[in-house]
């Protein structure tokens, strides 16, 4: 095992550029593990944002269709894939489900 980043710290590094794009959302990781290849070390994270119903017209939308070609800038970390992968529209809410890849840098 080598000394990478943490899965914590991984988390909180996406999950902080995640609200600057979201501020009024409540964001929380649903699920994480380590992820490694040859080359590379890093983390597969699933993150849920819950958005109120007045805002997902004007921001679900923007963020699912950008989120894949966002530059994040977060210290250490590559954000080597991330997507919207479900959205849920119910009367009180919108809920997206989010699946990202953060490799160490």
């Known amino acids: 095992k080598g000394c990478g980043m943490s899965d914590e710290m ?15 959302s409540t964001l929380s990781v649903i699920h994480q593990r380590p992820w490694h290849s040859l080359t590379f070390t890093g983390v597969q994270l ?17 963020v699912a269709k950008n989120l ?5 800038n977060i210290r250490g970390q590559i954000v080597a894939d991330i997507a919207v992968t479900d959205q849920i529209v119910t009367a009180d809410a919108t809920i997206l489900t989010i699946d990202a890849l953060l490799l160490e840098d």
């Not at 991984?10 to 009024?24: D, K, M």
């Not at 894949?68 to 994040?72: A, C, K, L, R």
């Open 46 to 62: 699933r993150i849920s944002v819950d958005l109120s119903a007045q805002e997902y017209a004007d921001v679900a939308d923007r």
């Open 68 to 72: 894949p070609d966002h530059e994040f």
């Open 10 to 24: 991984s988390a909180r590094g996406l999950l902080n550029a995640l609200r600057q794009l979201l501020p009024r």
